[in-house]
């Protein structure tokens, strides 16, 4: 008993450090975008029609996935003014929205898994041959660390696991920003209309990887 205990207090302890390091995070989108080199966002696209639902979990549609992940990836990525458009593809693979469980000993997590391909526009072509697959999880904060299926709405789950997922795959892309968008100014900017991105030669799609295992 007094091995299980000091276990339990182990895990406490630890969970709360990281709980202090998770409240004093700022909201990077207030900050100056990581370069991206000669980067414009063209098409966010989500697709979520094949995406599994990992028990326990509260359920969401493909079109509230939809809606929620375009508008994380919008906002972070039309930060960036670069003269060349690609699009960012996004499929969700599965998701579990936690519910309410037993705080601290039994308080399940949300997670998200998608997988990601960034086309090039003006060369009609996707940069990465196969789908990046990523996981998130929510962040620790006080209103998480009981558990986000006491303090949040499945709308709010969504929406924070949606931010994480955006960051995700910014983080992702900096790190090849090098070899798929060079610098500003190195080609002539494509001719576009005014109030549209241009529409993508041919059809843009992304393929999940093989099914999460629940």
């Known amino acids: 008993m007094n091995a299980i205990f000091s276990k339990l207090r ?100 949300s997670a998200l898994v998608v997988s990601a391909t960034i086309w090039d526009d003006e060369a009609g072509k996707k940069l990465n041959e196969e789908p990046k697959q990523i996981t998130i999880l929510e962040n620790i904060s006080g209103k998480t660390f009981i558990g986000s299926g006491l303090t949040q709405t499945r709308e709010v789950q969504m929406e924070n696991l949606s931010r994480n997922a955006a960051k995700k795959v910014e983080e992702w892309m900096s790190e090849n920003a090098a070899e798929w968008f060079g610098e500003i100014g190195a080609a002539p900017m494509a001719e576009l209309s005014e109030d549209a991105a241009p529409a993508p030669e041919g059809e843009i799609s992304v393929q999940p990887l093989a099914p999460v295992a629940q």
């Not at 100056?32 to 990992?54: R, S, T």
């Open 10 to 109: 182990t895990g406490a302890f630890a969970a709360g450090m990281v709980l202090l390091a998770a409240c004093t995070a700022s909201n990077d989108l207030n900050e100056p975008p990581v370069p991206m080199g000669d980067f414009l966002l063209g098409y966010a696209i989500v697709v979520a029609d094949e995406a599994k639902m990992v028990p326990p979990s509260r359920s969401a549609t493909p079109e509230e996935w939809k809606a929620v992940l375009s508008d994380q990836v919008k906002q972070r990525f039309g930060r960036y003014d670069g003269t060349r458009y690609y699009h960012i593809a996004l499929a969700v693979d599965a998701y579990a929205l936690a519910v309410p469980g037993v705080p601290v000993l039994v308080s399940p997590k």
